[in-house]
DNA sequence: CAGTTATATAACGAACTTATTATATAACAA
DNA sequence: TTGTTATATAATAAGTTCGTTATATAACTG
């Protein structure tokens, strides 16, 4: 279940927006994903477990290792939400008092 | 200017997603935008300087009104870091590893 | 079994967020 | 000019976030 206001809250952080990106390669483990950060292990567990609550990523269990991947509808979902916000955005581009408005600013 | 870090933040919160998607209609003062909340004029005007600060909306002045308006730019923007993601996503889809992860979560 | 590795959790402080009330300011209307 | 309208700003309280250190736990390794 993805929740937009934890999704995009989720996604405000660049730690975050980095792990995702990685975790759009491919699976990886907690430490792999740690590695690249000048922070220490506790902070990306963290981290992790923003992106699970926010329904970003799932993990699974393998041995003393807890794998984490991407939830491909999560990012179709947050997606959905801007597509609607183009489509608005696109209908109403055209509309009269619109180009009104903006001859109005450039003046 | 957008910062992906603010322009996250600000979609967080479910206030500025209906304030930004009522602007995706067409411009509004901020008394407009106020109007279907059970909040303070003085919270909203917060909000609207949240959504400023992250390069999401734009305003001018008219008398003594401030009408609002959504920034396309940065929906634009926003939209392509999750590009980034979907095309990563799509090229790695098809990889073995993945699949056999895939195949090991099902078991 | 003892030591190590991978990860999680708790306690804590610093910094930030959000809403409120009270108040300021500037433009408009009479 | 005086009152009103549209909006902004400041002070403040409550709640949240983020990173740290210290510690727990469970699974491997020899």
């Known amino acids: ?7 995009f809250s989720a996604l405000a952080d660049p730690t975050r927006r980095a792990i995702v990106a990685r975790l759009a ?16 292990q506790p902070a ?9 609550g ?3 990523i799932l993990r699974r269990v393998e041995g003393t290792k807890r794998p984490c ?3 491909p509808a999560a990012v179709a979902e947050i997606d959905q939400w801007l597509a609607m916000l183009r489509q608005t955005l696109a ?3 055209n ?4 180009v ?8």
């Open 1 to 7: 279940m993805l929740n937009l206001d934890a999704a």
């Open 25 to 40: 390669l491919g699976e990886a483990t907690v430490m792999e994903l740690a590695e690249p950060f000048e922070m220490t």
């Open 44 to 52: 990306i567990s963290r981290h992790l477990k923003v992106l699970e």
């Open 54 to 56: 926010a329904g970003l």
């Open 69 to 71: 991947r991407l939830a």
């Open 91 to 93: 209908a109403n581009y």
């Open 95 to 98: 509309r009269l008092d619109d």
């Open 100 to 107: 009104l408005a903006e001859m109005k600013t450039k003046e």
